[in-house]
């Protein structure tokens, strides 16, 4: 695969959410607003980018073993200096992202990723695969907060819409709505793939 | 064997270079972090009882070492008493939620303010949005003695739907905040104004 595959296949054919459905414990809790899907995307694919890096380049070195208790160890690592890192130089960052680190420690996408793809590859292999996937988890977010916030508060990034605002779905915004769209959302990706086989 | 000392030795410099690097990050940040927060205990200082403009910190002895309280008096530019601050950790859904409450003397609610909180993202974090916070504000300047738990248990405050556990913790956190105002009050008539001593010199609370 070329570069520019790695980069695209975690949009759409290999969907760390939809398709490898990995991390959906933070992505079904951060999912019910936009504002959250973002920040959590953004989060969630700054450490991924930095674990694959840092796998990647050590993937030579570490027995084949012993594997993962080691990116574990490395992944928890990365997350906590980020963590304190931004805390310590960007308070208003932090404001916004704090959240959403700790849950980034229980995303297997990252740990996922390590395993499958940057123990096996160079690091810009390993670049492209985390900036796709990290984009991926991403648009997988934010489709699902998309129906979640419309119909859940009647809000789009926090602003009202006419019509939706009026007598909203609260169930939407509570994890059962989460898993009800998430799954309306896998079974419509599945529809289309099938009838592009078909064709 | 050989293989095995070979993998554990491995795994203890991988464990050994990780700690090393948390070591030297909490080094540099702790001490960023703190003055961070206390930056902006100050500023929440401030929002809870704006009449204020000077602080003082003080500690209400009892004779129970671990029930001390410790607060800060607030005093008016011409050194009035102008109001406590108190900080109170409410437990929430999460862990707890550190809040600031302003009082004025008489005991009024004036202001309230989330430092921090482990609530659920979109949910109970709403605490702090305008959504729950507003109400809340309106409720204080409109009822002369609000009874603070949420309208399920009887109370006049509205909860976040999806997040009463959240909300009953903040109502938790302005009770305890009152209880321990009617306990630091007697002492409050001697307390004098920090001797030219601005804000940001006195200790924060922890």
Known sequence: MTLMQHLLKGFWKENPIFVIALGLCPALAVSSSLVNAVGMGIA????LLGSNIIVSLMRKIVPKKIRIPIFIVIIATFVTIIDKLIAAFSPSLSASLGIFIPLIVVNCVILGRAESFASKNGPMDSIMDALGMGAGFTIALIMIAFFRELLGEGKLFGYAIPFFNSDPALIMIMAPGGFIVFGLLIALKRHMEAKGDAR | ???????????????????????????????????????????????????????????????????????????????????????????????????????????????????????????????????????????????????FMVKQDGGDVDAITAATISSRAFCAGIRNSLDLYNLIKPQLSSLTPPQALPASTTGGIK
């Open chain 2, 1 to 147: 064997m050989k293989d095995m000392i070979k993998m554990g030795l491995f795994l203890f410099v991988v464990a050994a270079v990780a700690g090393v690097l948390l070591a030297i990050t909490e080094d540099i940040t702790a001490p960023k972090i703190a003055a961070n927060k206390k930056a902006l205990l100050e500023q929440a200082r401030k929002e809870v009882l704006p009449v204020a403009s000077k602080f003082s910190q003080n500690e209400h002895k009892t004779d129970d070492k671990a029930n001390a309280v410790s607060f800060s008096a607030g005093f008016t530019e011409s050194g009035e008493m102008a109001g406590v601050v108190l900080n109170v950790y409410p437990k929430g859904y999460a862990g707890p939620i550190e809040m600031v409450v302003g009082l004025d003397p008489q005991g009024k609610i004036t202001g309230v303010k989330i430092l921090s909180q482990k609530e659920t993202p979109g949910l109970g974090t709403k605490l702090s949005d305008p959504v729950f916070m507003e109400p809340f504000k309106k409720l204080l300047s409109s009822k002369e003695k609000p009874v």
């Open chain 1, 44 to 47: 969630a694919t700054f450490v």
